[in-house]
């Protein structure tokens, strides 16, 4: 049974990646989610730009919550730099698939992942560690 357990658990030891990891998850369950609320409902897919910024913030604090939570310290930094991390990522995402050119709001977009991050990791270093 503990070689299953060995087998099985896997750990990754960088706070940041983790918090990623558990970052795009979340995003991913939440995108699933509104691809089922667009399915069953009669909502059209211009009314799902609040949706998808809120999904993307509840991924983000969730991410800076894990990452601060693993790092066990300056968990405003880990979380924040996993949430410029997670912009840059669906930054490049959105320029490869839309062809969408960087402008001013994408900074924007960037400065409030970080703040949403920092804010999960402020959280996520503050609690007790088991």
């Given amino acids: 049974m503990q070689l299953i357990r060995r087998v099985i658990s896997f750990r990754m030891s960088n706070p940041i990646l983790s918090g990623l990891c558990h970052a795009f998850v979340w995003m ?3 995108a699933l989610v509104l691809s089922l609320f667009l399915w069953m409902t009669g909502m059209r897919e211009q009314d799902l730009s609040l949706y998808t ?3 993307h913030a509840l991924s983000l ?3 800076g919550f894990v990452a601060g939570k693993r790092s066990g310290e300056k968990g405003w930094y880990h979380g924040g730099l ?7 990522i669906v930054l490049i ?5 839309l062809d969408a050119s960087f402008n001013w709001k994408d ?3 960037l ?5 949403i991050s920092a804010l999960g990791g402020i959280f996520g270093v ?3 560690r088991n």
């Fill in 28 to 30: 991913l369950l939440g």
């Fill in 53 to 55: 910024y809120v999904v």
């Fill in 61 to 63: 604090l969730i991410g």
């Fill in 82 to 88: 996993t949430g410029v991390v997670y912009g840059i």
């Fill in 93 to 97: 995402i959105g320029f490869l698939a």
């Fill in 107 to 109: 900074s924007l977009q």
């Fill in 111 to 115: 400065a409030s992942a970080f703040l």
């Fill in 126 to 128: 503050n609690t007790q």
